[in-house]
């Protein structure tokens, strides 16, 4: 069975830095694309970016260039998303995605709630 | 940052049939399959169909999808109150290099 488990609730305060993850597990991890999608309180699903486990350069949405990293390390099947320094704005939920060899996006992760308040 | 345009909401009454449009443009639907997610409240999206009209296994047949040019839509047939949740379509846009989603419908079983 395809799984994709995220990381715990993380409560942070501005400025902190944060690496979330995902770990892949029931298929080949180096295989398949795995991307971060943002959710806001009550608003609809944002492309973030995408990264392949063996390769070396994410591909990021122009609206989160700059903004966070995506990494991944596939001897652990764990994909990241990291912020060096976090606004209340990045309060929202994550989730990561995998996508399959026809492009589709198939499977999600349960989210990860990330809360950003002094 | 949605490029695919959905209507806010959509109601009808247990056993109706309700649709959701789904309108983007030429680099999106118009050169991409469209795919549609159900997130309950509370839970991740998941899959509900894909390749405009083609559904995941164990995805009941009272859901159907349908493309035509550059809009899409996805038809409920039968609903029951456990369909009540957001509805999002997406799509690859070839000219922005991501994967977009619609804004999102709220159906509501009343």
């Known amino acids: 069975e395809v799984q994709l488990v995220q990381s715990g609730a993380e409560a942070k305060k501005p400025g902190d830095s944060l690496k979330i993850s995902c770990k892949g597990s029931?298929?080949?991890?180096?295989?398949?694309?795995i991307g971060w999608v943002r959710q806001m309180p009550g608003k609809g699903l944002e492309w973030m970016g995408i990264?392949?486990?063996?390769?070396?350069?994410?591909k990021y949405s122009p609206s989160f260039q700059g903004q966070v990293t995506i990494s991944v390390d596939k001897s652990i099947s764990t994909a990241y998303l990291q912020w060096t320094s976090l606004k209340g704005s990045d309060s929202a939920t994550y989730y990561c995605?995998?996508?399959?060899?026809?492009?589709?996006?198939?499977?999600w992760g349960q989210g990860t709630l990330v809360t950003v308040s002094s | 940052q949605s490029v695919l345009t959905q209507p806010p909401s959509v109601s009808g009454t247990p056993g109706q049939r309700v649709t959701i449009s789904c309108s983007g443009g030429n680099f999106n639907i118009g050169s991409n399959t469209v795919n549609w997610y159900q997130q309950l409240p509370g839970a991740a999206p998941q899959l509900l169909m894909f390749s405009n009209n083609r559904r995941p296994s164990g995805v009941s047949d009272r859901f159907s999808g349908s493309k035509s040019g550059t809009s899409a839509s996805l038809a409920i047939d039968g609903l029951q109150s456990e369909d009540g949740g957001d509805y999002y379509c997406?799509?690859?846009?070839?000219?922005?290099?991501?994967?977009?989603f619609g804004t999102g419908t709220e159906v509501t079983v009343l």
């Open positions: 997406a799509a690859w846009d070839d000219s922005l290099s991501i994967y977009v």
């Open positions: 029931g298929y080949i991890f180096s295989s398949y694309w």
């Open positions: 995605v995998r996508r399959s060899a026809w492009s589709l996006i198939d499977y």
């Open positions: 990264i392949f486990p063996d390769d070396s350069g994410p």
